[in-house]
């Protein structure tokens, strides 16, 4: 896979994968390295924007491997990259790049600087879209009859409520669930709730349940969580942006005095603790505040995005300490 490149021109040994979509996303990486590992020792190293200088990666990029014969180098949140300086010097690099080493640039966006995206080769260029429903339905019903399960029409929609919308997070959730089963019966969407909600890590929407429940403390004690697990903030925001349209939806529901489950199946409100959680944030949001909430999820995701000094996880603390008090003051 190595290739003979000059200054100016495209690099073929450079990919970008752009998109939310993490289970394609790690299965197109791991078809990368297996077309590089039986061209020798393979050596792996990581990078988040912004955690190290651009000069540092380029220059360890640089400098051949003692151990190795080959190097992968991934450099992940690559759309936080905006001064000109460092998407000068990542260019310059992804125009001659050392000839072991293969670089993957990765974002949870849909798109990065030009300037990086003009030096990679149009078919070394992905965007992974999530998941559409009749396919995570698909995806969902295929995961269990694979394993030897059977799984309800509510289970899978609890699946599908109380799971991050991308095939990593469910294959994650769903193998999990498979410890605690029986094969002999077919699986409801009690079970799900019931151990899911249980087993569940730290995400974007057990904070929310913690948003929904007015717990301010625990909802900073999960943002702690999240940052400390290096969970990208546009990821973050964009399952709060998720769950407040849900809510506004909710809200309209519930104002217009209707009580037929099918509607409220049809926003993504069917589930157990999905229901305790509306209802719950329904207690402290009206459609004013709920909206409000939504816009403030758009102004600090773009201001975190640009956030190049300020420390993060105040920005998030604001953001949240906000959220908070719009609950309180539609309570009172």
């Known amino acids: 896979m190595t290739a003979q490149t000059s200054k100016g021109k495209i690099s073929p040994q450079a990919w970008l994968f752009l998109g939310p979509e993490l289970g394609e996303k790690q299965a197109a990486i791991d078809e990368i390295r297996k077309k ?13 924007a912004g955690d190290a200088a651009v000069s540092q990666i380029v220059s ?23 001064k000109k300086d460092e998407l000068d010097l990542l260019a ?9 080493t293969y670089l993957i640039l990765v974002s949870e966006e849909t798109s990065v600087s030009k300037v990086l995206e003009n030096k990679i080769s149009p078919a070394n260029k992905r965007i992974f879209w999530e998941l559409l429903d009749s396919r995570k339905t698909q995806w969902v019903t295929s995961f269990f009859r694979q394993e030897g ?16 919308n991308n095939t990593a997070a469910l294959k994650q959730e769903c193998s999990r669930l498979l410890l605690f089963l029986d094969k002999e ?6 079970d799900v709730e019931k ?8 995400s974007a929407f057990t904070l929310f349940t913690r948003i929904a429940a007015g717990d301010l403390n625990r909802s900073l004690e999960s943002i702690r969580t999240l940052i400390a697990a290096k969970e990208s903030f546009p990821a973050i925001f964009a399952a709060l942006a998720s769950c407040f349209r849900k809510l506004i939806a909710y809200l309209h529901l519930k104002e217009a005095g209707i009580t037929d489950e099918t509607e409220y199946r049809k926003i993504g409100v069917s589930a ?28 600090y995701d773009l201001l ?29």
């Open 60 to 82: 360890n990029m640089m400098n051949g491997s003692l151990f190795a014969d080959q190097r992968l180098f991934f450099i992940k949140c690559a759309e936080s990259f905006k």
């Open 36 to 48: 590089l590992i039986p061209n020798g020792e393979l050596e792996e190293t990581v990078y988040y």
């Open 185 to 190: 019966k077919e699986i409801s969407g009690d």
């Open 304 to 332: 975190l995005r640009s956030a190049n000094t300020y420390p993060e996880h105040i920005l998030m603390d604001q953001f949240l300490y906000k959220i908070h008090a719009l609950g309180e003051k539609n309570k009172k």
């Open 149 to 164: 399960y059977r799984i309800s029409s509510d289970g899978i929609d609890t699946v599908l409520e109380l799971v991050a």
């Open 195 to 202: 151990w899911l909600s249980h087993t569940r890590e730290e």
């Open 272 to 299: 157990p603790g999905a229901k305790r959680d509306y209802s719950a944030a329904a207690g402290r949001y009206n459609l004013i505040t709920a909206e409000t909430c939504l816009t403030l999820t758009a102004a």
């Open 92 to 100: 310059s690099y992804l125009a001659s790049p050392a000839d072991d």
